[in-house]
């Protein structure tokens, strides 16, 4: 597509309960990332693929949290048993190989947990 | 670990001032340094960037210079607009690294 596509753009859920959130990267952007932001503040890190594998996971903040990229394209982000602390927006990047070119990020995945 | 750090805001300005949001990072080696603004309802976009010491980056008449020796990275713009109104971060990678490290925004609102 032409942009980088989340869904849903707003999701409610329930603490203790499963979701998942979806990215849909630039065709052809081999890189993905996921990144958090909490009101106020700047984007985290959480996660970047290279195809289908999980190149750097050193910000996944617990093992509540996964993520997925089975066929190098769209990347979903899983957490499970959620909790307030963990609504943010969760955002998500894609870039060709070369990162140098700078990331085209999606409009987020606003989560919020009651 | 690396970091990076704004000024705060918000930052209220009249149409036509000068804008300066400064930015500072700490970081081992040579770094690429980014400037990403967020509009209000968007998703965050690339404003500009620098990839090695004294390179500057410029875009829609804002402008940063990567000074190594300060480990700055100030945004400026000479004339702002209506427009500008957003939420500006300062961000770096690391050169053996693809993750972006971003500071924690400044908002700019600028009145008529």
């Known amino acids: 597509g032409a942009g980088v596509s989340q869904t849903p753009s707003n999701k409610v859920t329930e603490k203790g309960k499963y979701v998942e959130l979806r990215c849909d990267p630039i065709?052809?952007?081999?890189?993905l990332y996921w990144y958090r932001q909490s009101l106020g503040q700047g984007p985290e890190f959480l996660i970047y693929?290279?195809?289908?594998?999980?190149?750097?996971d050193s910000g996944l903040p617990n093992d509540r949290f996964f993520a997925v990229r089975p066929e190098g394209s769209v990347s979903t982000l899983k957490i499970q048993r959620t909790e307030r602390g963990d609504s943010a927006v969760y955002l998500c990047?894609?870039?060709?190989?070369?990162?140098?070119?700078?990331?085209?990020f999606g409009s987020g995945t606003r989560l919020t947990v009651v | 670990g690396d970091s990076v750090t704004q000024m705060e805001g918000p930052v209220t300005l009249s149409e036509e001032a000068f804008l300066t949001i400064n930015c500072t990072y700490t970081?081992?080696?040579?770094?690429?340094l980014f400037w990403y603004v967020q509009y209000p309802g968007e998703g965050l976009q690339l404003l500009l960037k620098?990839?090695?010491?004294?390179d500057k980056g410029s875009n829609k008449g804002f402008e940063a210079t990567y000074r190594k020796e300060t480990t700055s990275f100030h945004l400026e713009k000479g004339s702002v607009q209506v427009s500008d109104s957003a939420v500006y971060f300062c961000?770096?990678?690391?050169?053996?690294?693809?993750?972006?490290?971003f500071g924690g925004g400044t908002r700019v609102l600028v009145k008529p």
């Open positions: 990047a894609s870039s060709p190989l070369e990162a140098d070119y700078g990331y085209t």
């Open positions: 065709s052809g952007h081999t890189a």
């Open positions: 693929f290279q195809g289908t594998g999980a190149a750097d």
């Open positions: 970081a081992t080696g040579y770094p690429s």
């Open positions: 620098a990839t090695k010491a004294d």
């Open positions: 961000a770096l990678r690391k050169a053996a690294g693809n993750k972006l490290t």
